[in-house]
């Protein structure tokens, strides 16, 4: 019986949990100095944490999530966004009582959407939130560190967008604003758009329809409808943005899919060649202010974002990214095989790499599978080098090749290994 995987749920494989390594390694190394945290959370939750969060209304809730009702007759929710979950654990562990706090958090989301490349319906993702601060210095920071990060991984081509959806004192005139617009053109709205006029007309600016494109072309900007207080905070991004030499755009139209946001939103896409098609979103987020009132916390505003995983992998030069060198030991007969166990345990304790070839077979036949596994260094003990106690190392890129005491071939190799030392 052959059982294969779920559409959208990928495996992530060897080649490609490398480029994945080295993306987390270095947004840990760049989250950790601009202060954040880790947090581990949960891939179930309640449901209503989304329902009520996210929105009643938006594609996510209203027709992407995994929602099911447990053994015990609960509903619960695989966690579409690390945004809720964070908050429920900021809240539930009151967090709050250090005056700002940064966390970021790895792991899988999932969304029941149409899979094609760059979408899935089991995702990545890397976020970070900052709890508690309302300048808007500290969004400014937080594009600054996605753009150092960006910068680090060589991606191409990024550009980052950024709005301001106001607050719950300007944004009702908008909404309204909005409505008298879109119900002027109703009839060139898809349905879905047509059905949310009332209840949520923002998501109209998002929709991916062609006709809602069109018709919302000349939608009122949100940006002309910012009370005193917004207005001051989006002023304030764009000047720090600017100190801090973040290259931006902004853009009226983008509202994002998820109903917390308030103030300051912002996406970042990148060159993809095409590979992506519109799936070209890298990262995206905003501001918070009302969530963690809401989920019956303190009043504290917030800041976070998420980055696609899948999508920046691909975008990731591959040569780029270093690759441990695996050195392939070669006990030529049954006595260098007993004498290799202690060496090679000696060479992994140096911190090589290293992988025995115990089958007892040709030199040839050894060579072959050590260019197969992409071995970098090749390690031979024969009868010979075991009468002097040496070995036969081979740097195989180089074909560079000597007899050397068996106690200074771990050097001989970490000197020949490029980057960082080992
Ligand atoms: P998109 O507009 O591409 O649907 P989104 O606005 O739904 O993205 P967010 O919920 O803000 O995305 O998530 C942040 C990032 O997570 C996106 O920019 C994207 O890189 C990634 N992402 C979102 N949904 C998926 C998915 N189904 N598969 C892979 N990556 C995804
Ligand atoms: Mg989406």
């Not at 755009?249 to 998820?258: A, D, F, K």
């Amino acid at each position: 019986m052959k059982v294969t995987s779920i559409r959208g749920f990928n495996d992530i494989l060897p080649d490609e949990g490398r480029v994945w390594r080295h993306i987390e390694d270095e947004a840990r190394r760049i989250f950790d100095v601009y202060g954040f945290s880790e947090i581990r959370l949960p891939v179930l939750e309640k449901t209503e944490l989304f329902s009520r969060t996210i929105g009643e209304t938006t594609d996510i809730v209203e027709k992407q999530m995994y929602t099911f009702t447990d053994r015990h007759g609960d509903s619960v929710t695989l966690r579409p966004e690390g945004t809720a979950p964070a908050v429920r654990a900021y809240i539930e562990h009151r967090l709050y009582t250090a005056p700002v706090t940064r966390l970021f958090y790895t792991g899988p989301m999932f969304r029941y959407e149409r899979p094609q490349k760059g979408r899935y319906r089991q995702f990545y993702q890397i976020g970070a939130e900052i709890l508690g601060e309302e300048s808007p210095m500290v969004d400014a920071e937080a594009l600054h560190m996605l753009a150092a990060l960006f910068r680090n991984l060589d991606i191409r081509g990024v550009e980052i967008e950024v709005n301001s959806l106001g607050c719950p004192v300007c944004r009702p005139s908008y909404r309204e604003a909005l409505t008298g617009f879109l119900e002027d053109k109703r009839d060139r709205l898809c349905a879905n758009c047509r059905r949310r006029i009332d209840k949520n007309p923002l998501r109209a600016l998002d929709c991916k329809a062609r006709g809602c494109i069109e018709a919302t072309q000349d939608a009122p900007s949100v940006l002309d409808y910012l009370c005193a207080g917004c207005k001051g905070h989006f002023e304030g991004l764009k000047a720090g943005l600017d100190r801090m030499g973040v290259e931006y755009r902004v853009n009226p139209r983008m509202v994002r899919g998820l109903d917390y946001y308030t103030r300051t939103t912002f996406e970042v896409t990148a060159y993809t060649g095409g590979a992506l098609g519109a799936q070209n979103a890298i990262a995206a987020g905003g501001r918070y202010d009302d969530l963690v009132r809401e989920l019956g916390g303190p009043e504290t505003p917030c800041f976070g974002f998420a980055i696609g995983m899948e999508r920046l992998a691909m975008l990731v030069d591959r040569s780029a990214v270093p690759e441990r060198p695996l050195v392939f030991f070669i006990p030529m007969g049954g006595e260098a095989g007993r004498m290799s166990i202690g060496m090679i345990s000696d060479l992994r304790q140096r911190g090589l790499r290293v992988v025995a070839d115990h089958r007892g077979a040709s030199l040839k036949s050894s060579m072959k599978r050590a260019d197969r596994m992409r071995a970098g260094f090749v390690i031979i003990l024969g009868e010979d080098e075991m009468k002097e106690g040496a070995v036969t190392v081979k740097q195989m890129e180089t074909g560079a090749q000597e007899r050397l005491p068996y106690d200074v071939v771990a050097d001989w190799i970490r000197e020949r290994i490029p980057g960082r030392p080992q």
